[in-house]
């Protein structure tokens, strides 16, 4: 019978195991998916330990909010679609009830779109979350110009890279921070115009530099936490900052009268509307096509390796995507 992988309790990567499970059959409205890769994100970290902010029920519950597969049948009511169209998963906002770790799993119809050309399984796997979350913060959110000065922390985990690389095909000039200045190549080569490591330099004397003294035009905050309040400091007054991640739990806050347009920022957001979607696929479809968008893959499992997988991950040395392939 077909492989999910699930966890009873909360913890470790020890926690996660496989069982077996029949597939089931897609309902009206949905297909059924065999997936053929998918990636481990910080989401998953944090729902398999305890931390996620949604309610996880227990025992059985299932991870993965990204992947990649064939359409292996199709439900009443389905159109457009059928069995064996390679996909790639927009959205599994119940991944704890259904998640993308396992063989088959069923969604909506409207929660599928074709796989990029050119892209291989590993890299399908690993180029929606990352790259559907930059867009949003920075195109639909923040309205990313041509010529903006774009600050981007956590420069490299799988966001900030396709950030790196979205605000190269908009025309934008991307800032790239990191806390090792042992990665300030890699991010060069990724298509950061600078590199701020801030092993070496303070962050507010570096990007003043690198914007000719007038700062960032916008922010991506990739950490937030209360470090968020240092980032005033490197935005030009009326910039946009971008509150898009959860590396650091803790609050943060600003003091009245911040002159700065501040926005919190959620993937989901945007991948459950249908109308932005369609921008996010042509878009993404275009920079692959073009070769401006590519996804790294830093090391792939087998399925039966996923604790090996996460515990991987939990180290924090990956430089790209981590992938499971099935």
């Known amino acids: 019978m077909p ?35 998918f990636a481990v994100n910080p989401l998953d970290q944090m729902m398999r330990s305890g931390a996620s902010p949604a309610p996880i029920a227990l025992p059985h519950a299932r991870l993965g909010v990204e ?41 909506p119809a409207s929660r599928v779109l074709a796989r990029p050309a050119g892209l291989g399984v590993a890299e399908a796997a690993a180029i929606w979350v990352a790259y559907s979350t930059a867009y949003g913060a920075l195109v639909e959110k923040a309205g990313m110009r041509p010529g903006d000065h774009v600050l981007i922390t956590a420069a490299s985990g799988g966001v900030g890279r396709a950030a790196i690389q ?9 800032i790239a921070v990191t806390r090792h200045a042992a990665k300030q190549d890699d991010l060069l080569a990724t298509g950061a115009a600078a ?22 035009d916008i922010v991506l905050d990739l950490v937030t936490g209360p470090g968020q309040l240092d980032l005033l400091a490197v935005a030009r007054p009326g ?10 739990p803790r609050p943060a806050s600003f003091p009245a009268g911040t002159p700065l347009t501040i926005h919190g920022y959620r993937s989901f957001e945007h991948t459950l509307d ?11 479809n275009a920079g692959v096509r073009l070769g401006v968008l590519q996804p ?17 991950f939990e180290k924090g040395l990956h430089a790209g995507k981590i992938v499971v392939t099935i």
């Open 195 to 216: 590199v701020v490591a801030t092993d070496r330099v303070g962050v507010a004397e570096a990007v003043r530099h690198h914007t000719g003294g007038t700062g960032a």
């Open 274 to 284: 249908p109308v932005v979607v369609k921008r996010m696929a042509a878009f993404l």
């Open 67 to 107: 992947g990649t597969g064939v359409i292996d049948a199709v439900g009443p009511e389905v159109t457009g679609l059928q069995a064996g169209d390679p996909v790639v998963l927009t959205a599994v906002p119940d991944a704890s009830v259904r998640g993308s770790y396992a063989e088959y799993l069923t969604v």
């Open 296 to 312: 790294v893959v830093d090391k792939t499992f087998a399925l039966d390796e996923v604790v090996e997988a996460h515990r991987y």
């Open 166 to 174: 979205i605000a190269n095909q908009i025309g934008a000039v991307p």
């Open 3 to 37: 492989q999910v992988v699930v966890f009873d309790r909360f913890g470790g990567p020890e926690v996660m195991h496989v069982v077996e499970e029949p597939a089931v059959e897609p309902a009206a409205g949905e297909v059924r998916v065999r997936i053929e890769a």
């Open 239 to 248: 910039a946009t900052l971008v509150a898009a991640g959860f590396l650091d």
